[in-house]
């Protein structure tokens, strides 16, 4: 196990490099110049120019991405000493915003808390409703409680994020005023209802259907037929042999979801006011803040990486004929 995580963090590093340099790339492609945002568009010629030059703007484009790279490594190499080079570790510099002026490592880390909550809220709701769905969708199949929770997963499945949040404000907020609308409330469980909500649904319903497929093709593995057919009571039979054995397919969907509501929501954030790192990247692509915009995909593709490598982990703890060595 060990030398496969060795492994797995080692291909990591060129990802992450290799999804830099596309973003940042990209990225410059985009129309628009933040410096007129700055300044003005009307701003004098002489003005616009000094603003890309104190922003580092007017080098070459592969020099401004060496020196993000340079300055974004948690690694500095300091002068020989003791008769060679020693590396230590530093804090990544992401650079500064181009409107607020602060450190992008500093934003993020202030804002990702915020998001880690809502994502947590989330996925445990999206695994409950939706494993629970699955299961019993699974557990009594073709009957019509069957048939109505696979067309509640399918309507989840269908149904855009932003509709899903706007329907909600409508009903429990502006129309029976049970919950708040917008905002965090100074960490109030009430403001953090409907965007973990709207946030799980489509996770949700995705699992309901996995859960139920995956459930099915379990059922009628031989083991699941030798158990039976030792007589094994059916509670046992359905909970050891076959649940558990289904559960594979799910980690990788939940850990996925989990990753990209680490990510940050976009939609869900911008929608219920949350301030968290969705936000964050949602308001740095109005403002072609580009540390702030690339501070953010870097952030989510760590995520993402770190995420499938925990998903390959929990396989062999769930299921003991996975092995790694």
């Known amino acids: 196990m060990l030398r496969y995580l060795i492994k797995r963090l080692l291909v990591a590093v060129p990802t992450l490099v290799g999804i830099s340099l596309v973003v940042f790339v990209l990225m410059k492609a985009i129309p628009g110049d933040p410096v007129a945002l700055l300044v003005g568009e009307r701003a004098d010629p002489a003005a616009i120019a000094a603003g890309r030059k104190k922003l580092g703007l007017d080098r070459p484009l592969a020099a401004q991405y060496l020196l993000f790279l340079k300055n974004a490594l948690p690694l500095a190499w300091p002068q020989p000493a003791g008769g060679g080079l020693r590396g230590v ?56 409680l069957d048939r109505a929770l696979s067309f509640l997963s399918a309507a989840g499945i269908s149904l855009p994020v932003f509709w899903t949040g706007l329907i909600l404000i409508l009903i429990f907020s502006a129309r ?18 409907l965007p973990a909500f709207t946030l799980a649904s489509r996770s949700a319903a995705y699992l309901a259907r996995i859960t139920r ?30 649940f558990r054995n289904a559960l594979i397919p799910l980690i990788t969907l939940a850990g996925l979801d989990f990753a990209s509501y680490l990510n940050g929501s976009v939609l869900t954030e911008t929608i219920f006011g949350w301030d968290g790192v969705g936000r964050l990247a949602m308001t740095a692509i109005l403002q072609r803040d ?5 501070g953010c995909v870097l952030l989510g593709a760590l995520i993402f990486v770190a995420a499938n490598i925990v998903a390959d982990v929990l396989y062999a703890v769930v299921d003991p004929r996975v092995r790694y060595e």
């Open 176 to 193: 029976l005023g049970w919950l708040p609308a917008s905002g965090m409330g100074g960490g109030a469980a009430a403001f953090l209802v």
């Open 89 to 144: 570790f530093k804090q990544p510099d992401l650079g500064f915003s181009y409107f607020t002026h602060e450190p992008v490592s500093r934003v993020l880390f202030e804002k990702f808390p915020n998001t880690v909550r809502l994502a947590l809220a989330a996925v445990v709701l999206a695994c409950f409703l939706g494993v629970s769905a699955g299961a019993v969708s699974a557990r009594y199949p073709g009957t019509r």
């Open 290 to 294: 580009y540390p702030v915009i690339l």
């Open 213 to 242: 497929l995956s459930i099915l093709e379990t059922a009628g593995e031989n083991y699941v037929l030798v158990a039976r057919a030792k007589g094994l009571p059916e509670r046992l039979v359905f909970g050891k042999h076959i």
